[in-house]
């Protein structure tokens, strides 16, 4: 399965993860529509496990959650307990075995296992998988994915037989290097656990007969359950028919990715008391107040850069005009694309409206610039319908860093602002003038206080020792006693 000619060059988060304990209800469904809510954090592959107490089934498939599921394959997902993902590839090849959750067995049952995240110290667990087990996982993994989830699980399940998977997670977390907001369960209990820094959301929802889990609050809002709290970075929960309880593996050192707050949540989240709208929203109006411009219109690039395009307008007073129409279909599929399809590019994802642009000066307000070719193609578009100026702004810094925490950002060497000045950058893409929002306004933005977040990819300070030479050299980029 390929992605139909979608030139977008935003990062990628990893993936979603949902969790129910709910005694009585359909979890099965309520997972589904939990990830459907989070299919904009992975569009590769959608899995779901469910428990009875006394067997897990999973049924998962490469493609988006209505093209996965459908009422014959969920009727069978019967039980009180369900852990669902999203996938996007970050780690392993886009294929059915990386699919997730992940299965494997434990010497107290069977474990399934949904994460989001991306771990930095795998080569060194596989050793330790190795050293216990006599798997060997390097290369082509031997569960037949070659994620870092597939390691997490089988290090899960090399635990001692008189040992519960509460206490061998409490012997693994500590072990896990990078980011990960796991979901899990086994034939009896579902476990939740982030780690230390909180790279990832992970949040704890109420039902009136049982908890969810999740990667963001929309997907609790769209299966009825009140926000309860976020789960601690450290923090292992384990909800099961005594009720829930939490446990601590590690020390909290909070570091949120901001870029969860740019682009990557739904508007409709909230994080660490923030919701992602008025966060954009206050974005654009900050982005008018530093790279001012005389215009006529101010238009989004839909749909991520649109509550910042508000802001813009509202601080501007620019008025806020569509100019652009979204193609709401194009995402996955299974039909390969032909060269033709290629050379129309932005064009099936993208529309401009002649009537609203011809003979316009135009604000384009976007949420970031990774590799320049959505702009690039965007600009040439909007050239072609009659703009008389385009001026690209940007609710972000440049993006100068890769992530290793969980977004699929290009290299270094591919990423357009490390090696091009603003105005090179502008040169590039062909606008007339290029403004990027400065990380001072981006994180005040937040509300959120600049050492409680990772701000990495525009900054290059790294929460934890990163050796880019070790990522050249195909190794895990944070050093093993890092």
């Not at 929802?205 to 359950?225: K, M």
Request: some cysteine; hydrophobic content about 40%; glycine content about 10%.
């Amino acid at each position: 399965m390929t992605q139909v000619l979608d030139p977008d060059d935003k990062g990628q988060d990893e993936c979603g993860v949902f969790g129910v304990w709910a005694p009585g209800e359909d979890v099965a469904h309520l997972t589904y529509f939990g990830l459907y809510a989070l299919q904009h954090r992975g569009q590769e592959s959608a899995g779901i496990a469910t428990s009875n107490g006394e067997q897990i089934l999973v049924y998962k498939d490469m493609g988006l959650v209505s093209q996965v599921f459908n009422e014959d394959h969920l009727r069978p997902l019967t039980g009180h307990i369900a852990v669902g993902h999203v996938r996007y590839a970050t780690t392993g090849k886009s294929a059915w075995t990386n699919a997730q959750p992940t299965l494997g067995p434990t010497p107290f049952g069977t474990i399934a296992l949904g994460h989001n995240g991306n771990l930095v110290n795998t080569q060194a667990l596989m050793g330790l998988v190795r050293e216990k087990s006599g798997e060997d996982l390097t290369g082509e993994l031997g569960r037949g994915s070659s994620t870092d989830t597939a390691v997490m699980t089988a290090l899960l399940g090399c635990s001692d037989e008189d040992q519960s998977l509460e206490e061998a997670a409490m012997r693994v977390l500590p072990q896990l290097k990078g980011a990960f907001s796991l979901a899990f369960m086994d034939e009896h209990t579902l476990y939740a656990a982030r780690d230390p820094y909180g790279f990832r959301p992970l949040v704890l929802g109420r039902l009136s007969s049982g908890w969810v889990v999740a990667s963001e609050t929309a997907a609790l809002d769209i299966v009825g359950a009140s926000f309860i709290r976020e789960i601690e970075p450290g923090e292992l929960l384990i909800i099961d028919e005594s009720g829930m309880r939490s446990r601590r593996f590690a020390d909290a050192t909070p570091r949120g990715c901001i870029f969860e707050y740019v682009y990557l949540a739904r508007p409709d989240t909230t994080i660490a008391g923030r919701n992602v709208n008025a966060a954009r929203n206050e974005m654009g109006r900050v982005l008018a107040r530093e790279h001012p411009v005389e215009a006529d219109i101010v238009i989004a690039t839909p749909d991520s850069g649109t509550p910042a395009a508000i802001g813009y307008a509202q601080e501007s007073g620019i008025p806020y005009a569509q100019g652009l129409v979204k193609n709401a279909y194009v995402g996955r599929t299974f039909i390969q694309p032909t060269q033709t399809m290629r050379q129309l590019g932005i064009r099936l994802k993208l529309n401009p409206l002649r009537e609203v642009i011809a003979g316009k000066r135009i604000v384009v307000v976007d949420d970031s610039i990774v590799r320049g070719n959505t702009q690039r193609a965007l600009v040439r578009m909007l050239r072609e319908a009659g703009a008389a100026e385009i001026h690209i702004r940007i609710s972000s810094p440049p993006v100068v860093w890769p992530c290793y925490f969980g977004i699929d950002f290009a290299t270094r060497a591919e990423l357009i602002a490390s090696g091009l000045s603003i105005d090179q950058i502008r040169q590039s893409i062909g606008a007339d003038s290029l403004g990027f929002m400065s990380e001072e306004g981006m994180i005040a933005s937040t509300t959120r206080p600049e050492s409680t977040l990772c701000t990495a990819c525009f900054s290059g300070k790294y929460p934890m020792p990163v050796d880019h030479t070790r990522v050249a050299a195909g190794l895990d980029p944070a050093p093993e006693d890092s």
